[in-house]
């Protein structure tokens, strides 16, 4: 089993066993549920918004940071090509100092550039994913749940009597002006 999988379990049995014992002994019942956020992901309305707003932005700087790399490639090709030429000593030195100086620069900008998508990814799906957990948390309020998991997360099997998804879905996509 993988070390995920068992720090999953062992934060589920810590989790349980204390409001397990709790409701044994008020004996109050112990309620849980679950969410398939796989399935919420695929669908919630504002989930697929925040990817196509993500694409669209990623696809745009895209345009911009390719003739940039493509920039930085030529002129690495071009000091390769003039080292592997005759120079002196110090021409040789001086043109692999500019060499390795522009390629530590392309991959600093290389970097830059995943970190941007990454900010971009991050920006869109931020509100997003905290709009589900306030939903989630609201919903297991409402309905007086103990504990609500994720169930791709550490179930190995659960009763569909336990799924709250469809629940969820349903509400944020109507909050999203959406019905079915």
């Known amino acids: 089993m993988r070390l995920k999988s068992w720090v999953a379990c062992a934060v589920a049995v810590a989790t349980l066993v204390p409001v397990a014992a709790r409701a044994a002994e008020e004996e109050e019942p112990f309620k849980y549920a679950y969410v398939n956020m796989e399935r919420l992901i695929d669908e919630y309305v504002l989930f697929r918004e925040a990817k196509e707003?993500?694409?669209?932005?990623i696809e745009e700087a895209r345009v911009e940071d390719k003739a940039r790399l493509a920039e930085y490639q030529a002129q690495i090709d071009e000091l390769e090509a003039k080292l592997a030429g005759p120079l002196t000593e110090e021409a040789k030195a001086e043109s692999t100092a500019q060499y390795k100086a522009m390629v530590e620069e392309a991959l600093e900008f290389?970097?830059?550039?995943?970190?941007?998508?990454?900010?971009?990814?991050?920006?869109?799906?931020e509100p997003v994913y905290k709009n589900v957990y306030e939903k989630i948390e609201s919903y297991a309020l409402k309905e007086d749940y103990d504990v609500v998991f994720d169930y791709s997360a550490i179930m190995l099997y659960a009763n569909e009597e336990y799924d709250i998804t469809e629940d969820i879905v349903t509400e944020l996509n109507e909050e999203a002006g959406i019905t079915r």
Request: glycine residues 0%.
């Open 53 to 57: 707003d993500a694409e669209k932005q």
């Open 110 to 125: 290389r970097n830059s550039v995943i970190a941007k998508y990454k900010r971009i990814e991050r920006d869109a799906f």
